[in-house]
């Protein structure tokens, strides 16, 4: 199983997996990172990881439906089965989704429903829940809100901060994020060869 990771900015999830797919945990092969973002760090971990980059951004082409049939001709190319999005800061549209429809997977950082968009972490803290937590999902046409995977709670306790919230909620990103993708694989290895 080939697998294309989308990161846009840090890039830890993107760290996660691929350790975890080098570990054992993951059968499948990190077949490479596209990055729309031209200096974005997760660029920087994939050279030292020697995967394979892929960047360019819709600022390139005349239109998003023309990125993203270069994206997607690529992702042909290379045979990809599944495409994992990792802090890809762009909503897919319909050229990759009709493609990929239940093989484009995100996470995001909220108990979703809850607090969807692009500051899924500080929505929650502001708002005084006692708790809120990681979801992965399936990608739909709708900003986070395709079927939900796998979720997990995380308590936001008094004396915490947005930046020890945020803490918590990476490291159960990436635990998270490889184990729900390995299961998943499993299943898709499973239904192929039935
Ligand atoms: C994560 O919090 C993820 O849930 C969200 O974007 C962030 C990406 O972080 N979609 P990183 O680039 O993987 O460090």
Redesign the pocket.
């Known amino acids: 199983m080939k697998l294309a990771i989308f990161?846009?900015?840090?890039?830890?999830?993107?760290q996660a997996i691929v350790e975890a797919s080098r570990a054992g945990l993951i059968a499948a092969e990190i077949t490479l990172l596209f990055c729309d973002k031209k200096d974005a760090y997760?660029i920087q971990r994939a050279r030292e990881l020697l995967i394979p980059v892929i960047s360019f951004s819709p600022n390139d082409f005349e239109s998003k439906a023309l990125y993203e049939a270069e994206i997607l001709h690529l992702l042909e190319e290379e045979q990809i089965d599944l495409v994992v999005?990792?802090?890809?800061m762009r909503i897919i549209g319909p050229t990759l989704l009709e493609t990929f429809s239940n093989r484009l997977i995100?996470?995001?950082?909220s108990l979703l429903p809850r607090f969807p968009g692009l500051h899924?972490?500080k929505d929650a803290f502001c708002s005084n829940v006692s708790e809120t937590g990681?979801t992965i999902h399936y990608v739909d046409d709708g900003v986070d809100t395709g079927p939900i995977l796998a979720q997990e709670k995380i308590l936001i306790e008094p004396t915490d901060t947005l930046d020890s919230l945020e803490r918590k909620?990476?490291n159960v990103?990436h635990r998270l994020y490889p184990s729900v993708l390995a299961q998943l694989i499993q299943t898709k290895q499973g239904e192929k060869s039935e």
């Open positions: 990161a846009s900015g840090n890039g830890s999830n993107f997760v999005l990792a802090g890809y995100n996470i995001h950082p899924g972490i990681v909620i990476h990103e």
